[in-house]
């Protein structure tokens, strides 16, 4: 069974720094796209940042310049590191990925339960 587990969210003052990570366990063939999600209250869930097994980058609008997403692929881990927080990046954030369980199975999505950030002013 595989499984997501985020962690590094916290408390932090605007224009300070966090740093997420998620690790994925469990059966795993393979893992394709990684990403970033969060969820405001009252708001819908939105991209932040997504990385495919390639390299290739994409970051929302509101969090370019601030953000990084990268990968560890030996380690099955995935990273955000925010900076310049804003107390309008406050969100639970959830890992995402596309993962191919067994050599034979096919690639399903996969989600973390959530890490909550929160940025005071």
């Known amino acids: 069974q595989v499984q997501l587990v985020e962690s590094g969210g916290g408390l932090v003052q605007a224009g300070g720094s966090l740093r997420l990570a998620c690790a994925a366990s469990g059966t795993i063939f393979s893992i394709n796209a990684m990403g970033w999600y969060r969820q405001a209250p009252g708001k819908q869930r939105e991209l932040v940042a997504r990385v495919t097994t390639g390299g290739n980058l994409n970051y929302a609008d509101s969090v370019k310049g601030r953000f990084t997403i990268s990968r560890d692929n030996a380690k099955n881990t995935l990273y955000l590191q925010m900076n310049s927080l804003k107390p309008e990046d406050t969100a639970v954030y959830y890992c995402?990925?596309?993962?191919?369980?067994?050599?034979?199975?096919?690639?399903?999505?996969?989600w973390g339960r959530g890490t909550q950030v929160t940025v005071s002013s």
């Open positions: 995402n990925a596309d993962i191919r369980p067994r050599y034979d199975s096919i690639y399903g999505v996969y």
